[in-house]
């Protein structure tokens, strides 16, 4: 079975930085888009940047120029660095991704658990 798994949230103060990465595991053929959402307390999930398999990358307005997604298909992990965080980056965020497993050759799309980002001084 095809496993999302986030990881790199934490405290961080307005301005500073985090690095959040998605693994996947499982019997993996090949991953094709990735893309990181996340919701804050009240709201609805947004999505945040998204990563195609040929590398093209998509950003919301909030985040342009101080997020960069990226991702290692030989590790079969994303990544999303965060630089200047602000308070309303507070969220919980998640990835999601199209995952063709192995042995079905069927596509997953499977979601992560979640890691907590809290944007506070």
């Known amino acids: 079975q095809v496993q999302l798994v986030e990881s790199g949230g934490g405290l961080v103060q307005p301005g500073g930085s985090l690095r959040l990465s998605c693994a996947a595991s499982?019997?993996?053929?090949?991953?094709?888009?990735i893309t990181w959402y996340r919701q804050a307390p009240g709201k609805q999930r947004e999505l945040v940047a998204t990563?195609?398999?040929?590398?093209?990358?998509n950003y919301a307005d909030s985040v342009e120029a101080r997020f960069t997604i990226s991702r290692d298909n030989a590790k079969n992990t994303g990544y999303l660095q965060m630089n200047n965080l602000k308070p309303e980056d507070t969220a919980v965020y998640y990835c999601?991704?199209?995952?063709?497993?192995?042995?079905?050759?069927?596509?997953?799309?499977?979601w992560g658990q979640g890691t907590q980002v809290t944007v506070s001084s």
């Open positions: 999601n991704a199209g995952v063709r497993e192995i042995n079905s050759g069927r596509i997953f799309s499977p």
């Open positions: 499982g019997s993996i053929d090949s991953i094709g888009d």
């Open positions: 990563i195609t398999s040929h590398g093209i990358t």
